[in-house]
């Protein structure tokens, strides 16, 4: 949670008026727990969102994850009927499973980097083709998967982004 895409785009979309909470998976920082190769950090992610539809019912809620966070955020949001919307930050299209996301109705925007060297641009385009249901994709020129110098646009993008379908 204090990655630097993750903490900025927190801020903007805190900035645009909308909730924001940032967590660790478990045995991330001082997480109890440890790494669980996706299961464990579904449920992680679940109980975020059971905490917020218990605390503020009529939240509306999205679900934006960085990297493995978007592949475990983009699943688990798309199954989840609370969530409304799914943002997927550099997700690793190519590391692991996330097809079924791209026959999800719900609203999703997805920022990848150009010179990404975890999954190619050409990888997450062909994901993006795929789909059945509309994706807002945006491709940041120049950058690798941590955003550098453009990470402050996601940022701004992605509350764009929730402001428009929340």
């Known amino acids: ?13 805190s900035e645009a008026g909308i909730e924001a909470i940032r ?19 579904r449920e992680d992610l679940l109980a975020v969102i ?8 009529a939240a509306r809620i999205a679900v934006v994850g960085f990297s493995f966070g978007a592949w475990i955020g983009l699943d688990v949001g798309e199954r989840d009927g609370r969530v409304q919307a799914l943002v997927g930050l550099a997700p690793p299209v190519r590391m692991f499973d996330i097809e079924h996301v791209a026959s999800s109705s719900k609203p999703k925007l997805i920022v990848y980097a150009e010179n990404d060297q975890y999954t190619s641009v050409s990888s997450t385009r062909a994901w993006i083709a795929s789909s059945h249901q509309p994706i807002e994709a945006v491709c940041i020129p120049g950058v690798d998967h941590f955003f550098g110098p453009e990470v402050d646009a996601v940022g701004k993008k992605v509350a764009e982004f929730l402001t428009k379908v929340l």
Do not use: L
């Open 1 to 13: 949670m204090e990655n630097k895409v993750v903490a900025r785009c927190a801020r903007y979309i």
């Open 23 to 41: 967590f660790n998976f478990r045995g991330v920082g001082q997480s109890e727990g440890s790494f669980d190769s996706g299961r464990g950090e």
């Open 50 to 57: 059971d905490y917020v539809s218990r605390t503020s019912p």
